[in-house]
């Protein structure tokens, strides 16, 4: 028997010191100063109990808090999202949703980089059109890419790869190593590789490995949307108009 058990008879049967009464005169006989100087507490197993009770109830409350916390942080992510969406989805222009898209993430994630990079051979129609249509005026937040370097930010598995403490970015070039953080978001097109958005932060932890990009991956789609209905409309607007015959 432990003292905890010998604590939890002697606070079930105090007769016992009836029955052995010089037990309890050696306890009266023990002088203040031999005591501890915090005296050891004994809670009985009903005291216990109700102490558990309480701690869980308080570890439940906060991990709640927490999940409440964490909840609230998604739902304004998609907020602003969605709102990013709508704006890269009713653009007619590629220069004007590039500059959106790119004002808008750092307005609303303080993501200072961002390049929208396509893939060069991935879609031969996206490419010329782009060529054609805008030769050499091109936003400096959209670029083209070789397939060789897209393999190679993804190593052949287009996965959104996060990278932090980043000692020298192969996306952001020009910022003169002020890339602390990157992420690398992969554009698809029918299960293929098009192009790839890629945000840079000076903060060396804005980006790391386990991060979720559910968010990015999404907006990532929008794009690649958004840019073949630009082309599509350009490819309209080219077309020769026909009068009706009289």
Partial sequence: MNKDQVAIYLNGHLEFFN????????IKEIKEEDLPIEPIKTLSLTDRIIKRVHDDKERLKSKLEGLFEI????????????????????????????????????????IPSVVVCLVQGSDHFMEDRLRERYHGELDETLKFISKE??????????????????KESEVFLSSENLIKSEALIPIMAKETLVGVIACGSPNAFHFYE??????????????????????????????????RPA
């Fill in 71 to 110: 909840s609230r942080a998604n739902e304004k992510i998609q907020d602003h999202l969605f709102e990013i969406e709508q704006l890269v989805l009713t653009s007619t222009n590629l220069n004007q949703m590039v500059s959106q898209l790119r004002k808008e993430i750092l307005n609303r994630f303080g």
């Fill in 19 to 26: 029955e052995y009464p010089e037990l309890l005169r050696k």
């Fill in 210 to 243: 386990g991060l979720g990009t559910e968010f990015l991956e999404r907006m990532a789609n929008k794009v690649a949307i958004s840019i073949t209905n630009i082309l599509l409309i350009d490819q309209l607007k080219d077309q020769p108009s026909t009068s």
């Fill in 149 to 166: 370097t897209a393999s190679s930010w993804f190593e052949g598995n287009p996965k959104p790869v996060l990278r932090g403490e980043v």
